[in-house]
């Protein structure tokens, strides 16, 4: 296409006449676009407001914590506060379930999934096989405006009169089906609102699942067989499988529910409901553990759909900046897979104390421990493709590399909560906050900001800024920290995760569990000399250390805030298509890339991290470059594969 | 550069690209289906015997509708082959014929829908229960929404801070009563109101007024708060509200939006209190089977529902034709083992039993001592006992059943039990599906022409896809029949 | 998938076999429903018939989908996807339903609550 035209004008936002052969308006060039790159920036910016958005609701949630007994700074005077502040201009219980409730669904459905999912994949994906675009623009269009819907659906909840949602990101029944049901117009409570809006999210994430996976098994370009595919698009097709598979049982659970609260029916009501005193109004007969199946069986592989494309973004970011191939590229191809399939049938180590049988958590502690084996695999090849190496320690690969041992905290902490009988401990605590916050905050977020700043000259033909990078990474780093390693040892002396006034309540309940003499569990801490009388005040002095950090991590994103929007304009223009020397088909593109992308028909001629090829006149050889000599040193085949491989 | 295998498939997949993309949509929609399949399963499976409500065990209960389920079943099946045949139409370049079976695959979506609704318009009007205190349950139907609280009201008092109160949906009649503020924050006090859109943007008014209010109080106390007032004085703002209307309205209360009601006021449970005089909250129904699932064989004799039904020959009649079938029963037993299981003696099969309530001065109406005054007949037939009890014996009595007696009633809707719920969802949803499948079918039919002119093969591809899809949905309801109706 | 017209009548005909062979299964599958032939236990219907029934329903199901949906045709790729899906669905049906039949809970239930009123007649 207007590859000479692209060069010239390299700043993305430049104006409207990049490209002479399209005389689009602004709106359909750049909102009602079909192009995946600006759906794909669509959706990065979108999910970055909803991600400062759901910090924002954190950070008032942890003002209550920290400090139970003071009025919020700065809100208390704001209308909408009045109804869920309390004379004293202290946070109400409601608010904090509220804002709990809504950190967790727009940090998971609206920020990061479309953050990871929608803006990289859809930018990245077409790019690194070689498609002009995505097989479905148009499809790839609705997706994004189903996803800003739903998002706008549930802010919108929030000045309903009855608040937004406020039974937990998980919404179980019949906390949920209850919730709000005294008001004359059911339809418009944030409760029903909460699944109208995850109808919506639910029905563009299938879209887009549908899209991704259909491009990437039709669309790859010639020589693009399966084993020459990039790490990030083999996540990205596994993603797309656990999102195509797994979101419509919530959708059949968020159904359901839309059914108990506004036709009254029983899904999830079991009989003889008692709420608030007196008998629910209900026929009874229905089981909330259904919904939990139900919710779960999305829930978990979302866990998964949060952490590959971040492992997928480091797995492209490392091999370049240690100009190293990806160690056991296979073994990572194939682990993904066994991690795809694994994914679907662990769920209900989410349910260990529903009481739903010994023989089902048997099972299920049983597979929750294999899939580690995989997620470990992947990880080891990261830190292995790592050694030896002579590593370029730009911002993407600082990020990159810390990403590492967050995800491994996270994911070791993860262990003993695999086990029924630890979880019993330690079920919603502040120890599973913590272990879920490091796989998710320092670990996927941290990749996704490595995957901005590594793709950014791509997007926009300036580098962004390094010194306001290092500026946001290292208080990141530190801060992320600050916030929840504390968090493991609240929850291991058994602080409850929903305690909206924090310290208080648990002061008072742990002076009657540890304190009081000859209690059963005063003896057991006796005994393991684990907690002493104190530990409660200890541990409460530790949600300022948290608290803290929090607000701090938010004043150090600041700089990013700046980089990403100033460096559009004044950053270091790139002087050449490849300013990382990558070997992947994104960087044959012109930049930024055109409407159509390539500017001739792209050929993938080897493997996608041909670093270092002993031989070759560069420490890279890129898969869209043809040199006879150089394809020699190609362990893999050329053939195209007639099979998609084993599981997906 | 153009989107590649657009029409024609690629090699070594075998698909084009919609194929392959509606073959992973119907993956997500074996999923969604899979999941309600699960839950149909799980809730039928988790019936605890004489706790939750028994699931309408085979077809006894609804026979009425398997004829409407087994023709729709037919009609289904004719419009998938029809699709078939449309496609081969247009691989055969024949666009006529391939008009004509497109048109009739969508004439046969109608037809499904259109008995589709036949069938929920009698299940959500013509059939209802009562469950009473100990669990008995009538069968039957409840006469003119008698299930409502009529009321005659004077004033509403609600706050400002909540939602718009429930209340006014409830009010009869096209008139919105002319309403006096006559208690309330000062400035709102003598504000006449007198038609819904004005009462909601006073309302709305009102609430500003009162969150503005809250906040400066707020902002006044926790100052003194601050500065170390001692005993400072505790926020106080007026936000409740009472309306007087200028002559009484009638309101038709939804009992499930009703906290409590009295002779004199009906409390809302969004705190609205509606004052005034009620004017009646009899249900009045006509009995047509009573089924004593849920009660324990030893106490079937002295049920609740006896003293309400108030007739000994219907009792007698319960328990004659219970004794027929326990007959029937120990009689197959005595080669089967000699003990009949526990599930057949809660069953449906022994305790769900046609009853008719005679009308006075008709045959069988002897024996009431209780010559109540509004005793009404109703010259309808019951039908939903099914076809065994035809002909069957005159007018009913209608029933004026208390209200204190009642546990929980309603039509044969969603919210009458779990085989009711998901019954109507999986339905429901399965509908949609027919209804977005059709309206595709229709569209590549009436704006097919063009596209066909231009390049066939691309219309014979959408019309292959919409197939898919189409097929899916017969698919889906192959299951759905036998599991929803028969089995 | 046939793509000249000559093979076009065998496509035909088998479509229109596919065809009534569903019309007879589901007129079979009223009858299991309603007939008390098929009734093997006692009065009333049971869980013989739902086997049935759902049998005759997976051999129409299996019809459409390999001869109208043309999965007859198609390559393994498809397959593929689809049996994974079918065991995804069918994991999440069995194993919610584990959760009311938990063979080792059922072990240790020795209480038999109603056990009290089956003795008495009704």
């Known amino acids: 296409m207007s590859a000479a035209t692209a060069h010239e004008h390299a700043e993305a936002h430049g104006g409207h006449d990049d490209h002479h052969e399209h005389h689009d308006p602004f709106w359909k060039k750049y909102i009602f676009s079909t192009d995946h790159k600006v759906i794909g920036i669509q959706y990065g910016f979108t999910s970055l407001v909803f991600l400062a958005f759901g910090f924002f609701l954190m950070m008032v949630m942890r003002w209550s914590i920290a400090y139970p007994d003071r009025a919020v700074p700065l809100l208390a005077d704001w209308p909408w506060f009045q109804a869920w502040l309390d004379d004293g201009g202290k946070v109400t219980g409601d608010l904090y379930n509220m804002f709990g409730a809504m950190h967790g669904t727009i940090m998971v459905f609206l920020g990061i999934v479309p953050l990871a999912f929608g803006a990289f994949g859809n930018y990245v994906t077409p790019l690194q096989i070689g498609a002009p675009d995505m097989a479905f623009p148009r499809l790839n269009m609705a997706s994004y405006w189903l996803y800003l819907l739903g998002g706008a659906l549930m802010f919108v909840s929030f000045f309903l009169p009855s608040g937004a949602a406020k039974a937990g990101w998980t919404n179980y029944s019949p906390l949920a089906t209850t919730t709000d049901l005294h008001y004359g117009d059911l339809f418009w409570t944030g409760q029903t609102q909460w699944l109208v809006a995850m109808a919506l999210l639910i029905s563009s994430s299938l879209l887009g699942a549908v899209n991704f996976i259909c491009t990437i098994i039709n669309l790859r370009c010639k020589g693009m067989t399966w084993m020459r595919l990039p790490f990030f698009v083999w996540a990205m097709l596994v993603t797309g499988f656990l999102l195509l598979l797994a979101f419509p049982p919530l959708e059949v659970a968020a159904i359901m529910q839309l059914m108990d609260r506004l036709a009254g029916t029983s899904f999830f009501v079991p009989s003889g409901l008692n709420v608030s005193g007196m008998s629910f109004d209900a026929a009874g007969g229905g089981s909330p553990l259904l919904y939990q199946h139900l919710f779960w069986f999305l829930a978990h592989p979302e866990v998964y759909v949060l952490i590959l494309p971040a492992i997928a973004i480091v797995a492209e970011i490392i091999p370049c900046n240690t100009r190293k191939p990806l160690w056991g590229y296979k073994t990572m191809v194939y682990a993904v897979m066994v991690l795809g399939f694994l994914a679907f049938i662990v769920w209900a180590h989410h349910m260990y104390i529903t009481g739903m049988g010994p023989a089902v958590s048997t099972f299920f502690q049983t597979t929750t421990v294999l899939i580690s084996v995989p997620s470990v695999i992947l990880i080891t090849s990261l830190l292995i493709s790592m050694w030896g190496g002579s590593i370029r320690f730009n911002v993407p690969m600082l990020f990159a590399t810390a990403f590492i041992p967050m995800f491994g905290i996270g994911g070791l902490t993860g262990l003993p909560l695999a086990f029924s009988l630890p979880d019993l401990h330690l079920h919603d605590t502040y120890y599973v906050i913590g272990h879920f916050h490091y796989v998710v905050a320092p670990g996927t977020i941290f990749a996704l900001f490595a995957g901005i700043y590594h793709w950014y000259p791509k997007i926009t033909g300036r580098m962004m800024s390094t010194r306001l990078g290092h500026l946001h990474f290292w208080p990141s780093l530190l801060f992320m920290n600050g916030i929840f390693a504390p968090m493991f040892f609240q929850g291991m002396a058994g602080f409850h995760r929903r305690a909206f006034d924090g310290g208080k309540a648990y002061e008072q309940i742990s002076q009657q569990v540890f304190a009081e003499p000859n209690t059963f569990l005063a003896n057991i801490a006796e005994t393991l000399n684990v907690i002493d009388a104190d530990a409660p005040l200890r541990m409460i002095d530790l949600n300022l250390v948290t608290s803290g950090s929090a607000w701090l991590l938010a004043v150090f994103q600041v700089p990013f805030i700046i980089n990403l929007f100033l460096s559009v304009f004044v950053g270091k223009k790139v002087n050449s298509d490849n300013p990382w020397d990558a070997t992947t088909l994104e960087w044959a593109t012109p930049t930024p890339p055109p409407h159509g992308n390539f500017a001739k028909e792209p050929v993938a001629f080897r493997g996608p991290y041909e670093y270092s090829v002993p031989g070759a006149p560069r420490d890279f050889t890129p898969q869209f470059e043809s040199n006879p000599a150089l394809t020699a040193g190609s362990e893999h085949d050329a053939e195209p594969k007639e099979e998609i491989a084993a599981a997906h | ?487 | 998938m046939a793509d000249a017209s000559h093979d076009m009548t065998k496509t035909k005909k088998s479509y229109a076999a596919v065809g009534i062979a569903l019309l007879v299964f589901t007129v079979v599958t009223v009858t299991i429903g309603l007939a008390p032939i098929f009734d093997f236990g006692p009065p009333g219907p049971d869980g013989m018939d739902f086997v049935l029934g759902l049998a005759v329903a997976t051999v129409k199901a299996s019809l459409v989908a390999l001869i109208f949906m043309h999965l007859n045709h198609e390559k393994g790729l498809i397959y593929k996807i689809l049996l994974f899906t079918v065991l995804f669905a069918l994991g999440l049906m069995i194993l919610t339903m584990f959760a009311d039949i938990d063979p080792i809970l059922e072990q240790f239930e020795t209480l038999q609550t109603t056990r009290g009123w089956l003795t008495e007649k009704p």
């Open chain 2, 1 to 487: 550069m153009e989107i590649p295998y657009e029409v024609t498939p690629r090699r070594d997949t075998g698909l084009y690209n919609a194929k392959l993309g509606v073959w992973l949509f119907l993956a997500s929609e074996v999923m969604l289906f899979g999941g309600l399949f699960s839950a149909y399963v799980f809730l039928r499976l988790g019936v605890q015997e004489g706790v939750d409500n028994p699931w309408p065990w085979g077809v006894s209960v609804h026979k009425d509708f398997v004829w409407l389920g087994a023709i729709n079943t037919i009609v289904l099946i004719a419009s998938s082959v029809g699709v078939v045949f449309a496609w081969v139409a247009l691989k055969e370049r024949n666009w006529r014929r391939y008009q004509i079976y497109m048109y009739s695959v969508v004439a046969c979506a109608v037809i499904f829908m259109c008995i589709k609704s036949v069938e929920y318009y009698s299940k959500l009007t013509q059939h209802h229960g009562i469950k009473l205190v100990d669990n008995s349950v009538m069968e039957g139907k409840i006469l003119d929404k008698t299930d409502r609280i009529r009321f005659s009201g004077e004033k509403l008092t609600f706050s400002l801070q909540g939602a718009v109160p429930a209340a006014i949906r409830d009010f009869d009649g096209e008139n919105f009563p002319k309403f006096k503020v006559t208690e309330g924050p000062e400035e709102l006090v003598g504000a006449e109101i007198s038609s819904m859109s004005q009462f909601k943007s006073w309302f709305s008014d009102g609430r500003r007024l009162v969150t503005n209010q809250l906040t400066e109080e707020r902002r006044r106390f926790r100052g003194e708060m601050a500065a170390g007032t001692e005993n400072p004085k505790p926020v106080s703002v007026v936000s409740s509200v009472t309306l007087t209307a200028a002559e009484p309205f009638g309101v038709t209360g939804n009992p499930r939006k009703i906290m409590a009601h009295s002779e004199s006021a009906i409390n809302y449970r969004d705190g609205v209190k509606v004052e005034g005089k009620l004017v009646s909250d009899e249900v009045q129904f006509e009995v047509h089977e009573v089924d004593l699932q849920l009660v324990l064989p030893t106490k079937q004799r002295e049920s609740v529902v006896w003293s309400v039904i108030n007739d000994e020959p219907a009792k007698k009649q319960f328990f004659d034709a219970q004794h027929k079938k326990y007959e029937e029963l120990l009689e197959y037993y005595k080669d089967h083992g000699g003990v009949i299981p526990e599930s057949q003696l809660r069953g449906r099969f022994l305790n769900v039993q046609y009853v008719h309530v005679a009308a006075e001065g008709h045959e069988g109406g002897h024996g009431k001592e209780d010559k109540h005054a509004d005793v009404h007949t109703s010259e309808t037939n019951p039908t939903a006992g099914g076809g065994e009890h035809e002909g069957a014996h005159g007018p009913s009595r209608i029933l004026s059943v208390p209200r204190d007696q009642i546990k929980f009633m309603g039509n044969h809707g969603p919210r009458y039990g779990t085989y009711y719920a998901i019954y109507f969802t999986m339905t429901a949803l399965h509908g949609l599906h027919v209804v977005g499948g059709a309206l595709v079918l229709l569209f590549f039919v009436v704006f097919g022409k063009k596209l066909y002119l231009k390049n066939p093969e691309h219309l014979a591809n959408r019309v292959e896809v919409g197939g898919l899809f189409w097929h899916f949905v017969d698919l889906i309801w192959i299951f759905l029949f036998p599991i929803m109706y028969l089995l």
